[in-house]
């Protein structure tokens, strides 16, 4: 089937793919710079610890940002941030912390774009910056809870195998590492039909929202 391109926007598209370079950007440094602070300097030894997108976009996350983007959503991911469990002081709790990291900096980054959006009510800017601070909001909230979905590659894998006792846990890994992948590709592959990861994200999503731009403020104050 291919891209229904009869309601294509192209701004709504470029704000959409920007808001996801930075996003994805800062999360992966989040998860890079956890790791060297909790001890491990393999993601600085790669090159890591930077700020600069070229250094965390994955090429098939690009590629999906770019389609799903064109097709009316956006999603798409980085490039892992390798550890070594071997250079911390508490593996399986520094494991899970530098991978939580990831969601809670889309949590703050959907924050600062609400305490932005906030500053200017009563203001009227134009809707490009409106659409812009918009989606800075619900993208990094989309992000942060998709990412804490308990399937590899994910965060919430690591995050799961992490809290799980050690026999539940290596089980856990095996099965993930196995079968985790494809699990993960039909989930995207038929989310259309199924509407499965929009069931799982989309409460959370729905009560942040309501808690960071309550009724008074809206989503889509600008209007």
Request: hydrophobic content about 50%; glycine content about 8%; cysteine-free.
């Amino acid at each position: 089937m291919g891209i229904d391109l009869s309601n294509f926007n192209l701004q709504l598209f470029v704000l959409t793919i920007a808001i996801l370079i930075i996003a994805i950007t800062i999360h992966e440094f989040a998860h890079a710079i956890t790791a060297d602070k909790l001890g491990d300097n393999t993601p600085r030894s790669q090159g890591r610890i930077s700020l600069l997108p070229p250094d965390h976009l994955d090429p098939v996350g690009t590629l999906m940002m770019v389609l799903s983007s064109i097709s009316g959503f956006g999603i798409g991911w980085g490039k892992p941030v390798q550890t070594n469990p071997g250079n911390f002081r508490s593996p399986r709790r520094d494991q899970a912390l530098v991978a939580i990291a990831g969601p809670v900096s889309n949590i703050i980054q959907a924050t600062v774009f609400t305490i932005v959006i906030r500053t200017m009510i009563g203001n009227k800017p134009s809707d490009s910056v409106a659409t812009f601070l918009d989606l800075g909001v619900s993208i990094n909230l989309s992000l942060a809870f998709f990412n804490l979905i308990p399937v590899y590659p994910l965060d919430g894998w690591w995050i799961m195998q992490s809290i799980l006792p050690h026999e539940l846990s290596n089980r856990y890994y095996n099965w993930m590492v196995q079968y985790g992948p494809m699990v993960f590709i039909a989930l995207i592959l038929f989310e259309r039909q199924l509407h499965i990861l929009e069931m799982i994200v989309g409460p959370p999503v729905t009560a942040s929202l309501a808690l960071l731009l309550p009724d008074q403020y809206g989503l889509y104050w600008r209007s």
